[in-house]
């Protein structure tokens, strides 16, 4: 019998999924707690996004947007180290925390845990920048908080088999 | 513990840098630690240089973990080397396919300083 997630999408539209991987993911790698916020307009400018694709029963994405201040906080959190400026090791760290977060969200649903592959990050710095999908099966876009920075977080399903 | 010789892989360099930490605060005592990129990076780095350990992702450009470890066993490269798959892929399948392959160990990204001391330290202290 071949698998169907048509069952499963009232978790994969759960936001308490996403909440708890991003909430994972900070407190492991980074060592900070990191907590959703109400969704506010966001600052595009100078943004970096990160992307996961998700492929197999489940086609879509996990994407982060952060602005470069807080992918700059993120990796020092994340290495240790004091980082003042966009550069190679804050794209690869925002690839990183989204690979893990995507790893964790898919693993929380056991349809997709077994069924659904992901692709390797690719980060993306520039203006103006965002993902559209028309029309996502499903989407859920949240906003979080770590110290006093903010990022966002989008799972974006295109497609259920 | 005896001061032991790692190699890591994965195509993250921050990734690399987080488990050669966590390995340190887990109490593994490091002589020395090899980094790769990708399964290739890795099989080259094993023709010449011995290591006593082995850490690494699955999902990688280039060679995979899963094709590493079929042409390390295959060729016979550091055969009595514990090797411990660390991905954020972590399906049954998955770690059937890696124990099949040779892995003897298999963690899911995020870890914690715990399950690196429960899963790779004895495998280091055995040696």
Same mark, same amino acid.
């Given at each position: 019998m071949s698998a169907s997630l048509r069952d499963s999408i009232p978790q994969i539209a759960n936001p308490g999924n996403l909440d708890a991987s991003v909430q994972e993911a900070f407190a492991l790698m980074?060592? +900070?707690?990191?907590?959703?916020?109400? #969704? !506010?307009?966001?600052n595009a400018e100078?943004?970096?996004i990160a992307v996961v694709g998700f492929g197999g029963i489940l !086609?879509?994405? +996990?994407?982060?947007?952060? !602005? @470069?201040?807080?992918?700059?906080?993120?990796?020092?959190?994340?290495?240790?180290?004091?980082?003042? #400026?966009?550069? #190679?090791?804050? =794209?690869?760290?925002?690839?990183?925390i989204c690979?893990?977060?995507?790893?964790?969200?898919?693993?929380?649903?056991?349809?997709?845990?077994?069924?659904?592959?992901?692709?390797v990050p690719a980060v993306i710095a520039g203006n103006e920048y965002w993902i559209? @999908?028309?029309?996502?099966?499903?989407?859920?876009?949240?906003?979080?908080?770590?110290?006093?920075?903010t990022f966002e977080v989008m799972i974006v399903c295109e497609g259920l088999r | 513990m005896k001061q032991i010789r790692a190699l890591i892989m994965d195509d993250s360099s921050v990734m690399r840098k987080?488990?050669?930490?966590?390995?340190? =605060?887990?109490?593994?005592?490091?002589?020395?630690v090899l980094e790769a990129a990708n399964g290739h990076e890795g099989l080259d780095l094993l023709e010449r240089h011995p290591v006593d350990l082995i850490l690494s992702d699955v999902n990688m450009p280039s060679m995979d973990g899963l094709e590493f470890l079929r042409q390390l066993r295959g060729r016979n490269l550091a055969? =009595?080397?514990?090797?411990?798959?660390?991905?954020?892929?972590?399906s049954e399948e998955q770690v059937r396919q890696a124990v099949e392959a040779g892995a003897q160990g298999y963690i899911r990204k995020p870890f914690?300083?715990?399950?690196?001391? =429960?899963?790779? @330290?004895?495998l280091v202290s055995a040696g």
């Open positions: 980074l060592g +900070c707690e990191c907590r959703r916020i109400a #969704a !506010s307009r966001f100078d943004s970096l !086609s879509g994405a +996990c994407v982060i947007r952060s !602005s @470069v201040p807080s992918a700059i906080r993120m990796t020092a959190l994340i290495t240790g180290m004091e980082i003042t #400026a966009l550069d #190679a090791t804050v =794209q690869d760290a925002l690839g990183e690979n893990v977060i995507a790893g964790s969200w898919k693993s929380r649903i056991p349809e997709l845990a077994a069924h659904c592959a992901l692709s559209r @999908v028309h029309p996502p099966e499903s989407k859920l876009h949240h906003m979080y908080q770590f110290d006093e920075s | 987080i488990v050669e930490r966590t390995l340190r =605060q887990a109490g593994v005592e490091l002589e020395c055969p =009595q080397t514990p090797v411990v798959m660390i991905t954020t892929e972590g914690t300083v715990e399950q690196i001391k =429960q899963r790779i @330290v004895p």
